[in-house]
Nanobody
Framework: QVQLVESGGGLVQTGDSLRLSCAAS????????MGWFRQAPGKEREFAAA???????YYADSVKGRFTISRDNAKNTVYLQMHSLKPEDTAVYYC?????????????????WGQGTQVTVSS
């Protein structure tokens, strides 16, 4: 069992930066692929970024060039650095863990989820 706890959300202005963190429990964090998803009110949960166990990263087109996902296996933590934030980035951001490898863009491929952290970008 893996528990994920996100932090770092908040209220920022357009153009600001924010870094989200996701701390994971368990001894096999380095074996998991980790993803960040987001869900805006009235919309489906959508993929933002992922990093697999080899450190290869994947991004949604909407965040590519602005967001960076990284991981620190020694700290059992994955990060999402967000720059040039826009109002359309406003959402609850969820961290997710996938056992092994799969299709990183699909929420149903992930085995564990955090409770989410709210990011609000004002115009």
């Amino acid at each position: 069992q893996v528990q994920l706890v996100e932090s770092g959300g908040g209220l920022v202005q357009t153009g600001d930066s924010l870094r989200l963190s996701c701390a994971a429990s368990g001894r096999t964090f380095s074996n998991y692929a980790m993803g960040w998803f987001r869900q805006a009110p009235g919309k489906e949960r959508e993929f933002a970024a992922a990093i697999n166990d080899a450190g290869i990263t994947y991004y949604a087109d909407s965040v590519k060039g602005r967001f960076t996902i990284s991981r620190d296996n020694a700290k059992n933590t994955v990060y999402l650095q967000m720059h040039s934030l826009k109002p359309e980035d406003t959402a609850v951001y969820y961290c997710a863990a996938m056992v092994g490898r799969g299709y990183y863009y699909t929420p149903t491929e992930y085995n564990y989820w955090g409770q989410g952290t709210q990011v609000t970008v004002s115009s």
